[in-house]
């Protein structure tokens, strides 16, 4: 079993920055990928950026450019760094951790006023 707690999310104003992170616990040394979701009011999660246990990233087409994800595996934690915000990454954002099986955070809401 895996952990994640996040924190970070709040309230911002659009073009503004925000930065959230992933703390994992349990079965740590399992997991292959970390990343972010995100899901807003009537839409369907969507892939915000993960990063692979050797470094890799990828990002969602709408992120690239202004959020970065990172890990600090010596603290077992994940962060996104978003800047530029835009009222459209309004929505809940979930920190995931693939092992065999997938594991979910509880979710922190992001809300960008413009």
């Known amino acids: 079993q895996v952990q994640l707690v996040e924190s970070g999310g709040g309230l911002v104003q659009a073009g503004g920055s925000l930065r959230l992170s992933c703390a994992a616990s349990?079965?740590?040394?399992?997991?292959?990928?970390m990343g972010w979701y995100r899901q807003a009011p009537g839409k369907q999660r969507e892939l915000v950026a993960t990063?692979?246990?050797?470094?890799?990233?990828y990002y969602g087409d709408s992120v690239k450019g202004r959020f970065t994800i990172s890990s600090n595996f010596a603290k077992n934690t994940v962060y996104l760094q978003m800047n530029s915000l835009k009222a459209e990454d309004t929505a809940v954002y979930y920190c995931?951790?693939?092992?065999?099986?997938?594991?979910w955070g509880q979710g922190t809401q992001v809300t960008v006023s413009s």
């Open positions: 349990g079965r740590i040394f399992s997991i292959n990928v």
């Open positions: 990063i692979s246990s050797s470094g890799s990233t």
């Open positions: 995931n951790a693939q092992t065999h099986e997938n594991y």
